[in-house]
């Protein structure tokens, strides 16, 4: 059973590019999550993803959106990236009923 | 809002030993989840032990239990006979119940001496 999955590994972007950051979660699971982690913090949270739809939202910009497939799969885009989203970019699923999450191995996002 | 709060960015414990993580939180909720995260330099968050708060037993998973202390909003992490396979970042994550997003601590580097 695969569990949940990332890509890619790393990216290296330039101020101003956009970004688009993928996740498989794991199977059986419905909801995704996408966190944020700098160098040296705890993860914080961006948004959720529930049937399709962005259900939750922490404090981040409008240049962060996000998509859910039907598949359940998930996207992170990020536009007129700057040198401050330098981070790991995270992403974690939920089973239906349960309320722990399961994480991946995130996406080492470096901007130049 | 919910807070968390992790005071000991480093720690270090000798092979076979007991070591104990410190974790406070804060909410004004009552219905809540408390989760301890390891995260090994290959970087994926590994869910450790997680608490519900209506729950007044502590949680234990093998070597690993929590000293829940809800009055106190203390939630920290023993870890018995230590193994070498233990250093990581632990976090303390708390979650409210219905939404499911994470408040993580800023972490605690555990280093394993052999």
């Known amino acids: 059973d695969a569990g949940v999955t990332q890509s890619p590994t790393h990216l290296i972007k330039t101020r101003g590019q956009q970004v688009t950051l993928r996740c498989s979660p794991k199977?059986?699971?419905?909801?995704v999550s996408w966190y944020q982690q700098a160098l040296g913090q705890g993860p914080q949270f961006i948004f959720q993803?529930?049937?399709?739809?962005?259900?939750q939202r922490g404090n981040f910009p409008d240049r962060f959106s996000g998509h859910q497939f039907p598949n359940y799969s998930s996207e992170l885009n990020v536009n007129a990236l700057l040198l401050g989203d330098s981070a790991l970019y995270l992403c974690?699923?939920?089973?239906?009923?349960?309320?722990?999450?399961?994480f991946g191995p995130g996406t080492r996002l470096t901007v130049t | 809002a919910q807070t968390v709060t992790q005071s000991q960015p480093e720690m270090s414990v000798q092979e076979a030993e007991t070591v104990t993580l410190s974790c406070t939180y804060d909410t004004s909720e009552s219905d809540y989840y408390l989760f301890w995260y390891k995260q090994p330099p290959s970087r994926q968050m590994i869910l450790v032990i997680r608490?519900?708060?209506?729950?007044?037993q502590n949680a234990t998973e093998n070597r690993f239990s929590v000293n829940f202390q809800k009055a106190a909003k203390s939630f920290s992490l023993k870890i018995s006979d230590s193994q070498l396979g233990d250093a990581a970042m632990y976090f303390c994550?708390?979650?409210?119940?219905?939404?499911?997003?994470?408040?993580f601590g800023t972490g605690t580097r555990l280093k394993v001496l052999a």
């Open positions: 974690a699923s939920r089973g239906p009923g349960e309320y722990e999450q399961y």
């Open positions: 993803y529930y049937e399709e739809e962005e259900r």
């Open positions: 994550a708390i979650s409210l119940s219905g939404t499911y997003k994470y408040i």
């Open positions: 608490q519900e708060a209506y729950k007044q």
């Open positions: 199977s059986g699971h419905d909801t």
